[in-house]
């Protein structure tokens, strides 16, 4: 299994970024899809969620969470960026046990 994270950045307030994680190894169509981020000092939080069958739950509102199962990459398209979103993002689903991609780094500068 293996979960690759691109697209992070240094993007101004007000900007935008959209990430990308490709997977590989598993079924993806059938497995849930999460990005996580976390700041420095902050613990681990879920940004979005998305399920196998494209429902969406998205803790902060700002952001959009998609998926092509034909290319086996699900999408993060945060808008409206402010200098607290600042984290690395990662990747992840549950399969038998949590896989975790190597995270992408956002910076918001003020």
């Known amino acids: 299994v293996q979960l690759q994270a691109s697209g992070g950045g240094l993007v101004q307030t007000g900007g935008s970024l959209r990430l990308l994680c490709v997977a590989s190894?598993?079924?993806?169509?059938?497995?849930?899809m999460d990005w996580y981020r976390q700041a420095p000092g902050k613990q681990l939080e879920l940004v979005a969620r998305i399920t196998s069958s494209g429902r969406t739950n998205y803790p902060e509102g700002r952001f959009t969470i998609s998926r092509d199962n034909a290319k086996n990459t699900v999408y993060l398209q945060m808008n409206t960026l402010k200098p607290d979103d600042t984290a690395v993002y990662y990747c992840?689903?549950?399969?038998?046990?949590?896989?975790w991609g190597q995270g992408t780094q956002v910076t918001v500068s003020s």
């Open positions: 190894g598993f079924d993806f169509s059938s497995s849930h």
């Open positions: 992840h689903t549950k399969l038998l046990r949590d896989y």
